[in-house]
């Protein structure tokens, strides 16, 4: 039998290892709890990151989508500028253009207000129908008889005319040429300022050979015609300066 003190003992050992064992137990739910703490932490930073990188991406993909809008936009308004711009310009040159064009035909319709004024008769306008008939004589190279019409108005003044050019064409080239007026067959009346719709001849005289075939447009209309884009280029430069007679 264990004397009193063996019994003693041995409970008093037995007391210290039940509190060791509650003691590794504590340690161990502790090592745990910090372990789980550590890793929550571990994971809630990870999470953070990753949202705030998540975010950061998010953002940049919005703002690059909305610089990239507003690229487009400014695009388009630069576009629409230029072509609101590009019509204005067209405009303003086409009204420049009409403008000066309207000029030009201010200064023919001047010319020919002046040579219908001087048709209406007189010494000047005799010499001229003489030098009308004898140059058209030529282009019909002498042909005869030839054949002269012109407003009902000028019929003597032709009459008169006539027979002077055949004088002057045969004195310049040799050449005899019969000279017909043609009073049958006029050519329209001068310009009337209350019917601007109605044919009109300003004066001068139409020749043709025997057949009709052959005929030269002298009348004072045709002429001014064949000037007007003559001196053209030089009534631009006139009235436009040098850089205008280049276009």
């Not at 139409?206 to 002429?223: E, F, M, P």
Request: include cysteine; glycine fraction near 6%; hydrophobic fraction near 40%.
């Amino acid at each position: 039998a264990m004397d009193e003190r063996e019994v003693l003992w041995g409970l008093g050992g037995a007391a210290m290892d039940e509190r060791e064992v509650q003691t590794q137990i504590h340690q161990m739910v502790e090592f745990i709890r910090k372990e789980a703490q550590e890793k929550a932490s571990e994971i809630k930073a990870a999470a953070e990151e990753e949202y705030a990188i998540e975010k950061q991406h998010m953002t940049e993909a919005e703002i690059s989508k909305i610089r990239r809008e507003f690229e487009d936009k400014a695009s388009q308004m630069d576009t629409q500028k230029k072509i609101e711009f590009s019509t204005q310009l067209n405009a303003q040159k086409i009204r420049v253009l009409q403008a000066k064009e309207d000029a030009l035909e201010a200064v023919v319709a001047d010319a020919h207000a002046k040579l219908a004024k001087l048709a209406q008769g007189g010494p000047q306008y005799d010499a001229l129908l003489v030098g009308l008939i004898a140059q058209a004589l030529g282009r019909l190279n002498g042909a005869s008889p030839a054949l002269v019409r012109c407003r009902q108005c000028d019929v003597a003044a032709v009459q008169k005319a006539a027979p002077q050019a055949a004088q002057q064409f045969q004195q310049r080239t040799g050449k005899s040429v019969e000279v017909q007026v043609d009073a049958s067959h006029p050519l329209a009346p001068p310009p009337s300022a209350g019917d601007k719709g109605a044919a009109f001849c300003s004066g001068g005289v139409v020749v043709t050979d025997a057949s009709g075939k052959i005929r030269c447009d002298n009348t004072l209309d045709a002429r001014l015609a064949i000037a007007r884009q003559g001196v053209l280029p030089r009534l631009r430069a006139e009235l436009f300066g040098a850089e205008a007679k280049q276009r």
